[in-house]
């Protein structure tokens, strides 16, 4: 669900840039869409509201897990939307962006988004364990966490080996339902010769230990590493075959404006799946006062870690690489209001 949310605030976020370039240089047409968006934001608290207050009435009723989830189905249906538009919207989007640069432009772009986004993504993990140090949004269900089974160990080589594979899966099928993962239990039977001191003689023995021995394995998921790469460099080429590849940069960027369309529509339903979606979450809890304690705490958690990161860190690293206000353009303001309601509706 988590992931949903994100998924879905950069879908928002890209329609928000599309539309910005398209109503360029129109002032009413531009007021209009600045509207529109006050109006959805409105209405997405408005439902959220409503579905709390509707998920707390409906809890006397004792529900049954059928009718529960008959009941929360518009809010799964939202759900499906957008994850079902994450791998069209960002082939079409990579692929169309790469293929209107020339090559040099290219790799130098990249080599600082990469920076950019190791960069950022450190500061972000460091950001997340600090907080969560601090807050403890776990404490108090240590009971719950111990009977759980313990975590298999993954050596820092065979994780590293499992990014670069993922990057390049053996098919285009997997990209939209597995990535690569290394789980690691076996147990070797080897032999050892050991000096015997005594008689000043070798001597053979059996030994069984456990040794850490990688195991292929997959795991249900969007491989989004290997999606990017692989938009990446089949943008890049038919960015170079020049009128060869023309006819297929004008088919991305079709798809690309035929999405955003489609998240434009999926945005005016979200109010209603995010009210059925709240509220059946609300009626399916069993210990609410466990439970609303244990989300609170992580919603806190969650919107601490975010606006640390977005409110000081982004626009630090923004001046100090731009020079500029950053606080002066509002989309970055609006965009950061929809990914924190995003991740308090998961």
Same mark, same amino acid.
């Given at each position: 669900m988590y992931s949903s949310a994100l998924t879905s605030s950069k879908l928002l976020y890209t329609l928000k840039n599309l539309q910005r370039k398209n109503s360029a240089g129109d002032d009413d047409e531009t007021m209009k869409i600045k509207q529109l968006q !006050?109006?959805?934001?409105?209405?997405d608290c408005l439902f959220w509201l409503v579905g709390v207050i509707l998920g707390f009435s409906l809890r006397p009723y004792k529900m049954s897990y059928r009718e529960v989830k008959y009941f929360s189905f518009p809010g799964e249906v939202l759900m499906r939307m957008l994850q079902m538009l994450v791998l069209p919207l960002l082939?079409?989007?990579?692929?169309?962006?790469?293929?209107?640069?020339?090559s040099k432009a290219s790799g130098k772009m990249g080599m600082r988004a990469v920076i950019y986004y190791m960069t950022t993504t450190i500061i972000a993990v460091f950001i997340g364990i600090l907080i969560v140090l601090i807050i403890h949004p776990g404490k108090g269900s240590k009971a719950e966490f111990g009977k759980q089974q313990t975590i298999e160990q993954i050596s820092p080589a065979d994780a590293f080996l499992d990014l670069i594979r993922n990057m390049f899966p053996p098919n285009l099928v997997q990209f939209k339902t597995k990535y690569g993962k290394r789980t690691v239990h076996l147990t070797v039977t080897i032999n050892d010769t050991f000096f015997n001191s005594t008689n000043n003689t070798q001597e053979v023995m059996e030994i069984t230990r456990?040794?850490?021995?990688?195991?292929?394995?997959?795991? !249900?998921?969007l491989n989004a590493l290997g999606l990017v790469v692989f938009s990446m460099c089949f943008g890049l080429i038919?960015? !170079?075959?020049?009128?060869?590849?023309?006819?297929l940069r004008e088919f991305f960027d079709g798809l690309n404006e035929a999405i955003m369309q489609l998240v434009a529509i999926i945005m005016w339903y979200a109010p209603i799946g995010i009210l059925f979606l709240i509220a059946g979450k609300i009626v399916e809890m069993d210990d609410l006062t466990?439970?609303?304690?244990?989300?609170?705490?992580?919603?806190i958690t969650v919107i601490i870690g975010l606006t640390i990161h977005a409110v000081l860190i982004l626009p630090m690293l923004y001046f100090v690489i731009t020079r500029q206000n950053p606080f002066v353009e509002t989309l970055v303001l609006h965009s950061f209001r929809i990914v924190v309601l995003l991740n308090v509706f998961a």
């Open positions: !006050n109006k959805s934001c409105q209405m082939v079409s989007s990579l692929i169309t962006g790469m293929a209107a640069l020339d456990e040794e850490m021995i990688p195991i292929p394995g997959q795991v !249900n998921g038919i960015g !170079n075959m020049k009128e060869q590849g023309q006819l466990q439970m609303g304690g244990q989300l609170g705490m992580y919603t």
